[in-house]
């Protein structure tokens, strides 16, 4: 998901993220969260990139919410087919917004100007439609205004 910077070993990741070892060990063994590069078995030299670091941070705020590791697991799982997908994964990673409720984790997407959807993260059901009514009254406006002018144009023109 990144590139991988040399120097940021597990020592740096418990510094930035917040993750002790063992979390970051664990969540290794179990797959949440591996590595991107390093040598196998080695506790000290796994290389981590910056979305790397960015996920970990990620993790340890919802575990410190309260939230389950198997809805982490299928969170990130969902996460990453998004980022598979995207032309420049790093960028869409940072643009990601997660609400945590009653130990659920949403995502808010953005449909267009005027529109935000709110979607369970673990499979992606919409739950909530957020519209800026200023902006949906501005292209109703837009519409009329387009329907006005093609009235006032001869016959035979549309």
């Not at 949440?32 to 196998?40: E, H, I, V």
């Not at 969170?75 to 997660?98: F, H, T």
């Not at 409720?101 to 909530?128: H, N, P, W």
Request: aromatic content about 6%; hydrophobic content about 35%.
């Amino acid at each position: 998901m990144g590139e991988t910077i040399s120097d940021l070993y597990v020592r740096h990741m418990r510094v930035i993220t917040g993750a002790s070892n063992r979390q970051l060990d664990y969540w290794a063994s179990i797959g949440l969260l591996s590595p991107s590069a390093g040598t196998p078995g080695s506790r000290l030299w796994k290389e981590y990139t910056i979305d790397d670091a960015i996920c970990c941070r990620m993790i340890v705020a919802l575990r410190e919410q309260g939230v389950s590791l198997q809805q982490i697991r299928k969170a990130l799982a969902r996460l990453n087919r998004k980022l598979r997908n995207a032309a420049n994964p790093s960028d869409e990673l940072r643009r990601q917004r997660l609400i945590v409720y009653k130990g659920k984790i949403y995502v808010e997407d953005s449909l267009d100007g005027a529109r935000r959807a709110v979607y369970r993260a673990v499979d992606g059901q919409s739950t909530f439609l957020f519209m800026n009514l200023d902006r949906v009254g501005k292209e109703v406006d837009d519409a009329m205004e387009e329907l006005r002018r093609k009235s006032l144009e001869p016959s035979g023109v549309h």
